[in-house]
């Protein structure tokens, strides 16, 4: 069921019905889920977000937690898939838990830097190795912050956090 890296929509499908068996929510609460994923699914950045497990459970809770009223703004869906994502990798982490705040405003940064890469050279979306961290480091000099934390902080943003990955041996990019 794997293609290109990603689930298929059947198994997405069956990842949602042991996902509802597994929390065993009471029949009208399992309906309106799966009618919210049904009715959402299809959506391309609520689509983009069944591509892999992780992406999904996070999606079923918030669909679990918000229902019919998960925003369908991208960018307000997003904000909540990035807070739970957040609350779920804190609980993982102590790295997570202790710079909370700093890694949600670096994850920030780091995307509108990769963006703005990207959108003057199709290959700079990508970073190497040691520009992130040089990154990371300006970051935290331009946040009036302790710059001996730059491993601590790159490690968390490269193997915790997950939205920075190496597709290409020493060089990351997001998911």
Partial sequence: ???????????????????LT???LAPDDAQELVDVYRDRSQEPHVKYLTRNPMQLAILLHLMHT????????????YQDYI??????????????RNNRPLLET???????SLQ??????????????????E??????????LPTED????????????????ERVEGAYEFE
């Fill in 1 to 19: 069921h794997y293609r290109l890296g990603s689930l298929d929509q059947a198994l997405a499908t069956e990842y949602l019905n042991k996902w």
């Fill in 22 to 24: 597994q929390r065993q």
């Fill in 66 to 77: 918000r229902g019919y009223s998960l925003p369908g703004l991208r960018t307000l869906m």
């Fill in 83 to 96: 807070r739970l994502f957040f609350d779920r990798e804190a609980t993982k982490s102590i790295t997570v």
């Fill in 106 to 112: 670096l994850h920030d940064f780091l995307g509108w």
């Fill in 116 to 133: 703005s890469r990207a959108e003057s050279n199709p290959q700079g979306g990508r970073i190497r190795q040691d520009e992130l961290r």
């Fill in 135 to 144: 990154l990371i480091r300006q970051y935290l000099i331009a946040q009036e």
């Fill in 150 to 165: 730059v491993d601590e902080i790159f490690s968390a943003s490269t193997q915790r956090i997950l939205m920075l990955v």
